[in-house]
Nanobody, 127 residues
Framework: QVQLVESGGGLVQAGGSLRLSCAASGRTFSSLALGWFRQAPGKEREFVAVISTSGVTTRYADSVKGRFTISRDNAKNTVFLQMNALKAEDTAVYYC????????????????????WGQGIQVTVSS
């Protein structure tokens, strides 16, 4: 079992920044690949970013590339999502997810391949 708890969401004006955090417990943190996903009202949950176990490999959705940065601190069992230049279309519930069988050569971006999920946290960007 892996427990994931997100924090750092809230309301921000367009152009502003937020940093989401996700604290993980229950498994050796460094063995997990970790991803961020989001779900806007009336839309399906979508991939945002993922980071490998070592932190060396990252991947981003095209819609956030250049604005969002995913990182991890294995000593603190926490993964972060730094969100800059926020847009109204970034408004969504953001979820942290763990891949307990990570690939050694890549990272996964499909929702169905993640095993554990946080409860989600609201991010609202006002225009």
């Amino acid at each position: 079992q892996v427990q994931l708890v997100e924090s750092g969401g809230g309301l921000v004006q367009a152009g502003g920044s937020l940093r989401l955090s996700c604290a993980a417990s229950g498994r050796t943190f460094s063995s997990l690949a970790l991803g961020w996903f989001r779900q806007a009202p009336g839309k399906e949950r979508e991939f945002v970013a993922v980071i490998s176990t070592s932190g060396v490999t990252t991947r981003y959705a095209d819609s956030v590339k250049g604005r969002f940065t995913i990182s991890r601190d294995n000593a603190k069992n926490t993964v972060f999502l730094q969100m800059n230049a926020l847009k109204a279309e970034d408004t969504a519930v953001y979820y942290c997810a763990a891949d307990v069988w990570p690939l050694s050569w890549s990272v996964r971006v499909s929702i169905n391949e993640y095993d554990y999920w946080g409860q989600g946290i609201q991010v609202t960007v006002s225009s």
